[in-house]
């Protein structure tokens, strides 16, 4: 074994050595937490309400002042999706019309066989409520 074998396995030991030892350390303070939370449990939970209210009443404006933020930054980017929707949505609408024109399928014929789809679409349905109630 050479040298820098040696020196790199002694540091890998070194490393889990440390590792073990902090997480036996965070054991332990999680242990330390109970153990005071069951010898002071009603006062320390007042005291963490306090707390809680002290810093909830010193960062009230922050708290709407984010909240605004995000809620408007929400209706920004859904005033920019609907938009999206809307051009996307009229071009395919377009070219599909100029599809359907080419074959010459008329508007007309297009909005009866629309009307005759939602019309199956509802018997499906119908059906498929009697077959779940038999």
């Given amino acids: 074994m050479t040298k820098k074998e040696t020196n790199e ?3 890998e030991e070194t490393e889990t050595s440390e590792a073990r ?3 036996q350390k965070a054991w332990l303070a999680s ?4 153990e005071v939370a069951l010898q002071n449990g009603g006062r320390l939970f007042d005291y963490l309400v306090d707390q809680g209210e002290s810093f ?3 960062h009230r404006e922050d708290f709407d002042g984010a909240k605004q933020r995000a809620r408007k930054a929400g209706r920004g980017a859904r005033d920019k999706v609907q938009a999206t929707w ?5 071009s395919v609408e377009g070219k599909v019309s ?3 024109s080419h074959v010459g ?3 007309e014929e297009i909005e009866e066989l629309k009307a005759r ?18």
């Avoid at 809307?86 to 009229?90: A, G, L, M, T, W």
Wanted: glycine share 8%.
């Fill in 9 to 11: 396995e002694t540091k």
């Fill in 21 to 23: 030892s902090g997480a």
């Fill in 105 to 107: 399928v008329s508007d």
């Fill in 86 to 90: 809307d051009r996307v949505s009229s």
């Fill in 117 to 134: 789809v939602e019309d199956l679409s509802s018997k499906v349905e119908g059906l498929r409520s009697e077959s779940a109630k038999a």
């Fill in 56 to 58: 909830e009443a010193r």
């Fill in 98 to 100: 100029a599809a359907f």
């Fill in 31 to 34: 242990l330390g937490v109970v």
